[in-house]
């Protein structure tokens, strides 16, 4: 199941999956009126949920972290102790759990690939209140995978959304891009026989692309949104 795909992989994603552009969560923040009700949805270790929280404390807006996998959720809950105006709900995407026409802007950070179509749209519109707005972000590398997942999660989930994009150029120390290379869905885990050459495999290519000890990837991050 997809619920379990990150199992045994929060804390290297805590600490070295990217970060998001300021400028990203005040556009999402824009999306609604003051004193808003977020629902962040496959919020992982609270990477966007942070941010959010942090930026949208002054503008009184609540956000519910939703997030299936138990290791996540604990990290989720280390990330966001000090933030009282996050809820945090250990439940899947397609069953939120949360109050009929409840939130004011539905977000998927780096996360909507996972989800079940039909039924996460069937979701959105239980929870969403009157006009309410579905939000897809991704930090998309060039070269990597997260090219196809974001294309694909905007031709599935949206009819005519509004883009906008973000330069978020991320520089990667070894320590980090051996943390980053880990904790991904695929890559094995230290208990797994190809773990060894894996990392055999990342060290070689931080060395070919290190510059003065930094490997630089020219992150792009991506949002899409439109009207549920």
Request: charged letters at 20%.
């Amino acid at each position: 199941m997809n619920t379990e795909l990150f199992t045994g992989k929060a804390e290297a994603y805590a600490a070295a999956r990217p970060s998001y552009p300021a400028a990203t969560v005040q556009y999402v923040l824009g999306l609604a009126p003051p004193r808003a009700i977020f629902a962040d949805i496959g919020a992982g270790t609270g990477k966007f949920t942070e941010l959010l929280a942090r930026h949208g404390a002054s503008q009184g807006a609540e956000i519910f972290a939703v997030e299936p996998n138990a290791d996540m959720v604990a990290q989720l809950a280390v990330t966001c102790a000090s933030l009282p105006n996050v809820n945090i709900v250990a439940a899947p995407a397609e069953a939120t759990t949360l109050p009929d026409s409840s939130v004011d802007v539905i977000i998927a950070a780096q996360a909507m690939h996972w989800f079940d179509p039909d039924a996460f749209l069937a979701e959105c519109r239980r929870i969403g209140k009157p006009g309410a707005v579905l939000v897809a972000v991704y930090n998309v590398t060039p070269g990597g995978t997260s090219p196809g997942y974001s294309k694909s999660s905007d031709e599935i989930f949206f009819k005519n959304p509004t883009l906008r994009e973000f330069p978020n150029p991320i520089f990667y120390t070894r320590e980090k891009w051996l943390a980053y290379m880990t904790s991904h869905s695929n890559d094995p885990l230290p208990s797994d026989p190809e773990y060894d050459a894996h990392i055999a495999e990342v060290n070689e290519q931080f060395e070919r692309e290190a510059v003065d000890g930094l490997l630089c990837r020219e992150v792009v991050t991506k949002i899409y949104h439109e009207k549920i």
